[in-house]
Nanobody
């Protein structure tokens, strides 16, 4: 059984920074790629960033490119999302997810396991 637990969300002023963490447990050896998605109130879930579990490939949504950085620590089975220059439009529940085989990194349906989400609120 795989568990993903996000942490690090909170309230921050516009222009500020937060770092989200996603701790994975269980069969992490099966992971192919990890992703971060977000869902704002009344909107659909959208792709934010992704990283290969055993390679350096990273992917970002255009809306966060240059402001967010995804990274991982395999020894700790943890994926991070460093968020800088935050904007009110970044306000959402952020979810991490694990993909088990090759697929489109931006498609939420390609991810097998999901965390419970962590709220990020950016005040203007």
């Amino acid at each position: 059984q795989v568990q993903l637990v996000e942490s690090g969300g909170g309230l921050v002023q516009a222009g500020g920074s937060l770092r989200l963490s996603c701790a994975a447990s269980g069969r992490t050896l099966d992971f192919y790629r990890m992703g971060w998605f977000r869902q704002a109130a009344g909107k659909e879930r959208e792709f934010v960033a992704a990283i290969r579990w055993r390679a350096s490939n990273t992917y970002y949504a255009d809306s966060v490119k240059g402001r967010f950085t995804i990274s991982r620590d395999n020894a700790k089975n943890t994926v991070y999302l460093q968020m800088n220059s935050l904007k009110p439009e970044d306000t959402a529940v952020y979810y991490c997810a694990a993909m088990l085989s090759f697929g489109n990194y931006y498609e939420s349906t390609e991810y097998r396991y999901w965390g419970q989400g962590t709220q990020v609120t950016v005040a203007s």
